[in-house]
């Protein structure tokens, strides 16, 4: 589910994606209950879209069409990262400027983050974004 702006609360689809534009913050929503889990900033993910062939292999695997989702939460000081440097297509956390490269597993390219965010394996089920597996990894400064 969006998790900000005029689209808040709605579901994401993989047509609201747009190439190598900022990420999208979401809510998970758990397909059988419908709860939207937005009750901790630690379950906020982010989520991206490149051209498949533009992920390395070990995006790639966990990647829908091209759509990336990652943990929101610098693995630094649990802050959001919510910036974006669309120029270098990079992932960025204002608070310690951190940045990640979300087409290569968002590993850490800048910065004193210690880890890649977790990725969280995506699929494409009935034209709906799905989570396909947990978030491979720890959510924040957490050890792995």
């Known amino acids: ?3 900000e702006g005029d689209r808040s609360g709605r579901e994401i689809k993989p047509e609201d994606m747009v190439l190598g534009e900022q990420q999208i913050m979401a809510w998970p929503l758990d ?3 419908k709860e939207v889990r937005s ?3 630690l379950n906020e993910i982010l989520l991206l879209r490149f051209e498949p062939d533009t992920l390395d292999e070990g995006t790639r695997p966990y990647a829908a069409d091209g759509i990336v989702a990652y943990s929101a939460i610098c693995k630094h000081a649990q802050c959001p990262v919510n910036g974006w440097n669309r120029e270098k ?3 960025h956390c204002f608070c310690h400027a951190s940045e990640y ?3 290569k ?3 850490v390219v800048s910065g004193p983050a210690p880890r890649p965010l977790p990725i969280l394996p995506l699929k494409i ?3 709906a974004l ?3 597996a947990p978030l491979r990894g720890k959510v924040g400064n957490r050890s792995v």
């Open 39 to 41: 009750g901790s900033r």
């Open 130 to 132: 799905t989570v396909a």
């Open 1 to 3: 589910m969006f998790a």
């Open 105 to 107: 597993s968002a590993a």
């Open 89 to 91: 297509q990079l992932l």
């Open 101 to 103: 490269d979300p087409r």
């Open 31 to 33: 397909p059988a209950s």
């Open 125 to 127: 089920v009935d034209g």
